[in-house]
């Protein structure tokens, strides 16, 4: 049994009492009721189109025929007697269910409290929210969760977070706010909502982040904690206080990392087990050394107690951020490019006649400006937007005055 503890805020509460979940499989016999039974099933038939996570054993069967499916029996609570068949989802008729499950050699006596059942909902197209998840066409209205076409427990928690943050600060007439999806996950979600629609319910994975060396659980307090207290006023003083006080110790403790440099064979001297080669010219810093597979916080302070040993509590963290550093370093330059591009604004004026504008504009252009970026032939479309508004406006005091 695993005991997860989260490591950056001791404070929170760790989970103290386990129950065990138990592994199971589908047996061929599984595949024949589902087989049998398809006419019978209005949700699934000879169709595998469908979402992909979490598919019903229906759909599981159908695509990869043949094959031996994992089941976890997982209880339902600390008091309750029954158990959930993670991987079993599936919308047969009941005693069908009963008929499957029993073909499973661990359930063969097994007894159903609820029968699974099929699911089918509609959604908003989220390219119809701005960033801060309100609804363009109905202003005060914010949506979250699956009606935005995601699924999923913590996509529906992070949009709730954002839409709620949101429609608070618009009711006491504040801006709303975004976030980049250089510095968080929910960036990464909200923009691909509102920007790309969804063709399948969405779910978050870390590969929809260009910059997930950057997105890490550990160093998710330094990214948002500070920013919630601060700028939005989500966030309690004790986490605030006590994610300032780990940003400030990390700082501090970085630079000390890097003020200590020494040649690779002094290094190997106090390191021996670690693969450096001595035949490297240029000085190591300490951060450098970390770095190395081996080497641990602890290693470099029992070489070095002064100045390190002030920041054992931190020495996971350390780690982390020494392997990590020089591929964000790397990114850094593509990272503000994509921040410049988010914090570009769009004319208000979405009109059909600003669209047609910028499209022929962008014909009209030679070929050699198509290399340009966007972000720049926007700038200069906007800039002639509002030249020509400047004109008109112009043209109609002209008009005006002509007419007293
Ligand atoms: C059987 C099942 C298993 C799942 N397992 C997982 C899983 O393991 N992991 C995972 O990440 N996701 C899982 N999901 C998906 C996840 O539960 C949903 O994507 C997520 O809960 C959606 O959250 P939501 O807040 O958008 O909607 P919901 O959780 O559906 O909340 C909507 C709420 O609005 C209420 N409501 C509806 N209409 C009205 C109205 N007119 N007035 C007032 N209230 C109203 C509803 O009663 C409901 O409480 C599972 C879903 C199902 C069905």
């Not at 695509?63 to 031996?68: A, H, Q």
């Not at 979600?189 to 978050?204: A, K």
């Not at 929809?208 to 307090?221: G, K, S, T, V």
């Amino acid at each position: 049994m695993m005991t997860i503890i989260p490591f950056i805020y001791k404070f929170l509460h760790k989970p103290e009492e386990q129950l065990p979940c138990y592994l199971i499989r589908t047996t061929p016999g599984v595949e024949r009721v589902v087989m049998e039974s398809l006419h019978l099933n209005s949700h699934i038939q000879q169709d595998t189109k469908g979402p992909r996570y979490c598919p019903s054993i229906e759909s599981r069967v159908l695509r990869f025929p043949g094959r031996s499916h994992q089941v976890w029996l997982e209880p339902e609570g600390m008091t309750s007697e029954l158990l959930y068949p993670q991987g079993l989802s599936m919308t047969l008729p009941p005693d069908q269910q009963l008929r499957l499950l029993r073909e499973i050699p661990a359930l063969q006596r097994v007894e159903i409290q609820t029968p699974g059942y099929g699911v089918q909902y509609d959604f908003v197209c989220p390219t119809q929210l701005s960033p801060s998840l309100q609804v363009n066409r109905v202003q005060g209205l914010f949506l979250a969760g699956q009606i935005n076409g995601t699924t999923g427990y913590e996509e529906a928690a992070a949009q709730g977070l954002w839409a709620g943050v949101n429609a608070g600060r618009t009711a006491v007439s504040l801006p709303a706010l975004a976030l980049s999806r250089t510095q968080s996950y929910i960036g990464v979600l909200i923009d691909d909502l509102v920007g790309l629609g969804v063709t399948e319910p969405y779910r978050m994975f870390t590969s929809r982040a260009e910059f997930r060396a950057a997105l890490r659980p550990d160093n998710a307090d330094l990214r948002l904690s500070v920013r919630g207290f601060e700028e939005i006023g989500c966030v309690s003083a004790t986490r605030y206080k006590e994610a300032v006080r780990v940003r400030d110790n990390l700082t501090d403790a970085l630079s000390a990392l890097q003020s200590i440099s020494m040649s690779a064979p002094r290094w190997k001297e106090r390191l021996k087990d670690v693969n450096i080669s001595e035949s490297k010219s240029s000085l190591l810093s300490a951060l450098e050394v970390l770095q190395y597979k081996g080497v641990t916080f602890e290693m470099l302070t029992s070489g070095l107690p002064e100045p390190f040993s002030a920041y054992l509590e931190l020495s996971q963290r350390l780690k982390i951020e020494a392997v990590y550093r020089p591929h964000c370093e790397m990114q850094q330059r593509e990272m503000e490019r994509i921040r410049e591009e988010e914090s570009l604004a769009l004319p208000q004026d979405r009109s059909e006649r600003c669209w047609t504008e910028f499209v022929l504009k962008l014909l009209e252009l030679p070929p050699v400006y198509q290399e340009l970026p966007l972000l720049l032939l926007f700038t200069s479309f906007n800039m002639s937007i509002e030249q020509g508004e400047g004109k008109a406006q112009r043209d109609e005091q002209t008009t005006r005055d002509a007419a007293l």
